[in-house]
Structures are given as C-alpha cells and as structure tokens.
C-alpha cells in the first residue's frame, strides 16, 4: 500500500474503506538470523536499515508492549544536529541528514517540521559559548547563526527578555532543526520493516539470552525460546536489566524524565526555544498544545512517571521565560524512563559475548537520532565493522577514558547529563 495525494483523495470518495493495517503483527518462528530486542524507534529503525541497507530479512523485533509504546512514544519530539563534540557532531549531523529523506524514503509521513531550534544565552560567558558551539556546528557543515538581542526581540517578542535575573543577550538559531510526530517515525519504520518481510512481535518481553561457548544462541521469551545468530539489545531505559541477563553490568542509571502539553492554541510558538538558565523548553504541537519540558527527576527510577517539584520547577521556568503562558491550562503530563550515560553520550557496540550486539546510553535526546542509530547500529550488527559517523560510541570509553563525549559538561553524573 503506498500512500499518496492521490490515494488520500480515492480513499476519501469511497468511504476510506481501502486502508489497511501499516505492518504484520507476527507470531514467533522458532529461528531468525538476527533477533532485535524492543520495539522502540532504535529497534524499529534498526530492523528496516538491516533489511533495507543490508538485505537481511529473516529477522524479529520483539516486544514486550506494543510498537512505539515505550519512550519513543513519550518524547517532545525534537529533532537538530546542533552538537558541539567530536563524535557526537558527525553523528547528529548524519541522522539530520537520514531525517531529512526520511518520508520519501519509508512513503510515510512523519511530519518533519523543521522550523528551527532557538538555544537562548543569558550572560556574556553563554554567548561565547554559544559561538563556539555555533562555529562548531558550521564547521561540520550544519548551520548555526548567532543571533543579538534586538534579533532575538523581533523573532520571539513574547519573551521576557529583561527579566532582570535571566536577561536574554541573544541566542543560536539553527534552522534545520525542529519536531517531528513522533508516532508516525515508529509507525513509518514497522511498516518499512515489516513491508521488507522483518517480523514485528509484540506482547513477547525477552526474559533470558542465551549463550553458548561466549556466543549468543537465541533468547527466552514469554512466548517461548527463539533461537538467532545475532542478537541487538534496544532497550532504552531498560538497557542495565537486559544487559544483565547476558551476565553484563552498564554505566547507566535509569533516570525519569518527564513532559508537559497544554491546551489547543492558535499558533503562538513557532519555534523550539531552549532557556539557556533554567533548563526549560518549548514548542508548539500541530494540534496547538504548547509542549514542554525540563530537567530530569534528580533520583533513579522505572517508573514511568515523575513527581511534583520537577513540575513546580518546569512550571516556573516557563512563567520566567515565557508569562504569557501562565494564562494556558496543562492538560497533561507524563514521564519517560532515560538510559543515562556518565557522560551524556550513546553507546552502539558489540559485546564481550560474540554476536551480541548493544545500543543504549541515548540519555533524553535520542528521539533525533533515531534514524541515524538505526543505521549504525544495522551496520554494526550486518558487517561487524563500526560506521563512521557513530565509531565514538564505545562501552569501553567508560573503562579506558578515551574518546569521553561529555557534551554538558558535567562530568560523571548521570542525572546532570
Ligand atoms: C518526556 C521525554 C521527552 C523527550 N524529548 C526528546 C526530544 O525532544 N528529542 C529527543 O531527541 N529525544 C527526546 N527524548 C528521548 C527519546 O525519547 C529516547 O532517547 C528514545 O526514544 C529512546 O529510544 P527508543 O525509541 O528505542 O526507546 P523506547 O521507545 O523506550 O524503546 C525501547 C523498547 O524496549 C522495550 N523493552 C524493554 N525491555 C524489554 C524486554 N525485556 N523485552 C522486549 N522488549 C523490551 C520497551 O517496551 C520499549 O518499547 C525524550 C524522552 C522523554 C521521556
């Protein structure tokens, strides 16, 4: 079934009874060549570049929900390549460039909205760093303008920019940047793999891996043993639990972070601004809903929701950067669980267990790099070799100390990241 103007058009003079369901929703085979484990947007995306890239397609997603019911669901869907570091800069700037082809690609539409990404500085020691980022970002071959005061004033008039704490200097504007629906990348990608001949399992939570000799031999799942060759863990905030059940212990915390969405409004908001002090940001959904976030709940958890103080502390943030949306009512909030990393940045690796393959550590930004990991890490796990843009993402980093991406600069606090 491919989606076009014209389908939407017959489909709409007939009563839209020709639509059909997007993927399979199959059941187990005993064996597959490479199992992955979660059905989030890495999985996802991981499955359709293993079959598409690589022409693999005796392969399994499973997971233990449904498709797109884990974080990749949860996200404020914002998407950019404005990453400063070595490593994290070349891979950003690869998945920008998938996310750019991304809907001709899989026929589906994912709502890419690239209407710029706004990161506000509020001292002079801010602006500097945003012009470092900013030349950075250029260097890469991205793009990045640093903008002054009185710019900032006309694009966003209804900042609070003389807030006598939290003065607006300027900000970085990257205009490539933006949302996407973040739904539609999940549904986009099953139905890419599925339509590829991939098996999308769900309701099937993986409870054991199997190893033979330090190699992998299948998984132990609610539906019962599947044996595979290869065996890619993406797994996002459960990544420490999987991972142990191959006998592994990774440098991550599982931290919640959670999200805010309000009401319906006219079009108010046209871009995705970051406040530079209180880690507070926004944007405007296609609905209306004004959606935002900040920082991550200051203690581990697996729960999927967050608790009152980060609330209070987003709530303010906004009120500080943005009164005017004091007059709007929250209509909802929820709460992800984040693979957090000591220094912020992902992991796509092999394993000390050969033909197991892991990819985690995305910490609260791995929604953008969702078609770029994928691709990676389908390289990684087709050919055995590390794709350039993600070749920083070793586990052993955190052994050995080289090639630490500390893109805060915070240092080996999980929750700061
Ligand atoms: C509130 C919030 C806001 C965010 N905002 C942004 C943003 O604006 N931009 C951005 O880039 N990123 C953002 N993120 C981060 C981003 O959503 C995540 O980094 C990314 O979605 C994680 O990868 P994933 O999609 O594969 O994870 P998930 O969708 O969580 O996929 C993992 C899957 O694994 C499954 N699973 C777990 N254990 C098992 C098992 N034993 N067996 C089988 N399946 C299993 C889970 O059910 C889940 O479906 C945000 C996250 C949250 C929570």
Same mark, same amino acid.
């Given at each position: ?21 997007? &993927? ?10 490479? %199992? %992955?484990?979660?059905?989030?947007? #890495?999985?996802? /995306? ?14 399994? !997603? ?21 990453? =400063? $570091? ?79 704490? =939290? ?14 629906? #973040?739904?539609?990348?999940? &549904? ?9 001949? !991939?098996? $999308?399992?769900?309701?099937?939570? @993986? ?23 290869? !065996?890619?863990? @993406?797994?996002?905030?459960? /990544?420490?639990? !999987? ?25 108010? %908001? ?14 405007? /959904? ?38 005017? %949306? ?6 909802? /909030? ?35 790099? @969702? ?26 980093? =955190? ?17 700061? #990241?």
């Amino acid at each position: 079934m491919r989606f076009s103007g014209w389908r939407v058009l017959r489909e709409g003079l007939t009563g839209n009874k020709g639509w059909g369901p997007h &993927w399979r929703d199959a059941t187990p085979k005993p064996e597959y060549d490479a %199992i %992955i484990i979660g059905g989030g947007g #890495h999985g996802l /995306s991981t499955a359709y570049y293993l079959a598409k890239e690589h022409g693999m397609r005796n392969i399994a !997603v499973l997971e233990k929900g449904y498709l797109g019911g884990g974080n990749v669901g949860r996200n404020t869907t914002i998407v950019r390549a404005n990453y =400063f $570091l070595d490593g994290n800069s070349q891979f950003y700037s690869h998945s920008l460039k998938l996310w750019e082809g991304l809907e001709q690609d899989l026929n589906y539409n994912a709502m890419l909205s690239q209407r710029g990404v706004i990161m506000l500085g509020h001292s002079d020691g801010q602006m500097d760093n945003l012009a470092r980022r900013g030349n950075s970002i250029r260097g890469q071959g991205d793009d990045a303008e640093l903008l002054g005061k009185a710019e900032i004033r006309a694009l966003l008039p209804y900042l609070n920019a003389d807030n006598t704490r =939290f003065p607006v200097y300027g900000g970085l504007l990257h205009r490539r940047g933006g949302t996407a629906r #973040h739904d539609a990348v999940a &549904w986009g990608y099953a139905r890419g793999a599925s339509d590829r001949g !991939v098996d $999308l399992i769900q309701q099937c939570e @993986v409870t054991g891996i199997d190893i033979e000799n330090g190699r992998v031999t299948g998984v132990q799942t609610t539906r019962g043993a599947i044996k595979a060759k290869k !065996v890619g863990i @993406v797994t996002a905030g459960r /990544s420490g639990q !999987v991972a142990a059940m191959a006998g592994m212990r990774l440098p991550i915390e599982s931290h919640v972070l959670q999200a805010f969405v309000s009401e319906g409004l006219k079009p108010c %908001i046209d871009h995705v601004i970051s406040f530079g002090m209180g880690h507070f940001y926004i944007s405007q /959904s296609d609905k209306g809903g004004l959606v935002f976030g900040g920082d991550l709940d200051f203690y581990a958890s697996y729960a999927a929701r967050g608790n009152l103080p980060m609330a209070e502390h987003v709530m303010e943030a906004g009120m500080t950067l943005i009164p005017m %949306i004091g007059k709007a009512r929250v209509l909802r /909030s929820w709460g992800g669980i984040m693979d957090m990393t000591p220094d912020g940045s992902p992991i796509i690796d092999k394993t000390g267990t050969e033909g197991l393959f892991i990819n985690c550590g995305w910490c609260y930004g791995g929604f953008k790099a @969702v078609p770029g990991s994928g691709y990676s890490f389908a390289h990684l796990m087709a050919t055995g070799q590390h794709h350039a843009p993600a070749a920083n993402y070793r586990l052993d980093r =955190f052994r050995t100390g080289v090639n630490l991406m500390d893109e805060e600069g915070t240092g080996a606090q999980h929750n700061l #990241h």
